[in-house]
């Protein structure tokens, strides 16, 4: 089995956030397992550019990877070099996996493949979400969709990290088949901390800073804590509205409490563990990364329910949900201080059971199965 990966940037673009770590997680996964992979990306890495050299296939911690210049710099990432080479060598593939949607890599790409008759499948990512389609550029989304998004997608089969997410792909196309399969998420070895004392209640937020991921509602719902708390804030973001979230956070009169220590990236396990609990407020989510790996150490999670993963929190009792608004937010994380038996039994039990659901053995032969249902129709 032959499986060109394609996205429109891969590792050390890790200023994308998830989806970026979850592609490259995969490609190494595959092809540990025996599997010929490929991955085609841009050079992008933001306004900037990786440090590469494009056209040339690239040993990136075990995958073959091929960067290609791009000659757009805004998230469109036109790139004529790598539909050039796809349609060169796209043949020579059983299957072509493509990486989220609103840019032109994904869009031509899956054109060439099809036209091509190479089998696709689609992971959106979260850009097909409703959220997404009434977020930003909302016309020409809609104008894309239709002129040749749906067309396209209605030939491909897509696979979804979430039951959410799968119902908004069926509320939006009728695609040839969808597959629910998590992601891959990277996970320490080592085991976490012991339980902490709550005498001042940690709180986390560890994510890419922007609207959607609801840190405005968060910052608007500490005023209605009613005990002592400290709010770690992990990530970056665009400066212009990283600073409006600081000014919030100056009018709040929380100041004191709030701790920006930016973009972590070999700390973040061990910061996750000296907390008690992450807060994930997002307006659309399709997987949830960091669920994992704050749960991988043993730190519980209140999210939102438009969190892909929060059926999965809930039913397990891993943590919490709330409705999405800063009352509610605020409420909630005064009720869960009251549960230091319960956020005990979550640090003491979580680590094995992420272990145990997203071994990475157990998820490749899923992928696997995935790919050899596409490949044989």
Not at 206 to 215: A, D, F, M, N, P
């Amino acid at each position: 089995m032959r499986v060109l990966q394609i996205c429109a940037a891969y590792k050390p673009a890790y200023i994308y956030g998830g989806p970026t770590m979850s592609v490259s997680m995969l490609s190494e996964q595959l092809t540990k397992a025996g599997i010929d992979t490929k991955v085609y990306a841009t050079t992008a890495n933001g306004k900037e550019e990786l440090p590469v050299q494009p056209n040339q296939p690239l040993n990136v911690d075990g995958v073959t990877v091929t960067y290609f210049k791009r000659i757009t710099k805004d998230h469109s990432h036109f790139s004529p070099a790598l539909l050039k080479k796809l349609w060169c060598t796209v043949k020579s593939f059983d299957v072509v996996h493509i990486h989220a949607w609103w840019n032109l890599v994904s869009l031509f790409s899956c054109l060439i493949a099809l036209m091509r008759n190479v089998p696709v499948v689609v992971s959106p990512r979260g850009t097909l979400s409703p959220y997404s389609f009434q977020n930003k550029n909302i016309g020409v989304k809609w104008f894309i969709h239709h002129l040749l998004g749906k067309p396209l997608l209605q030939r491909c089969s897509i696979h979804v990290t979430s039951g959410r997410e799968s119902e908004a792909i069926i509320a939006l196309i009728k695609p040839r088949n969808i597959t629910n399969l998590p992601n891959f998420v990277k996970l320490p070895a080592d085991l976490p901390g012991a339980a902490q004392s709550l005498a001042v209640l940690k709180l986390i937020f560890l994510s890419r800073i922007e609207e959607k991921k609801g840190l405005d509602l968060l910052i608007n719902a500490l005023p209605f804590i009613n005990f002592p708390f400290s709010l770690t804030i992990v990530g970056s973001g665009e400066k212009t509205y990283v600073d409006e979230l600081k000014a919030l956070v100056r009018r709040n009169g929380d100041e004191a409490d709030v701790y920006w220590i930016g973009f972590q990236n070999d700390k973040k396990f061990e910061i996750l563990a000296q907390h008690h609990l992450l807060v994930l407020p997002s307006h659309d989510e399709n997987f949830g990364n960091v669920i994992i790996e704050s749960l991988s150490q043993g730190t519980a999670v209140l999210v939102s329910p438009f969190v892909g993963l929060a059926d999965y929190v809930v039913s397990n009792n891993l943590g919490w949900q709330s409705e999405l608004n800063a009352a509610a937010i605020g409420n909630m994380i005064n009720f869960i201080h009251g549960k230091q038996d319960e956020l005990n039994r979550i640090r003491a039990s979580a680590p094995a059971k992420i272990a145990a659901d997203f071994n990475e053995a157990n998820l490749v032969a899923q992928y696997v199965n995935m790919y050899n249902n596409i490949i044989n129709g």
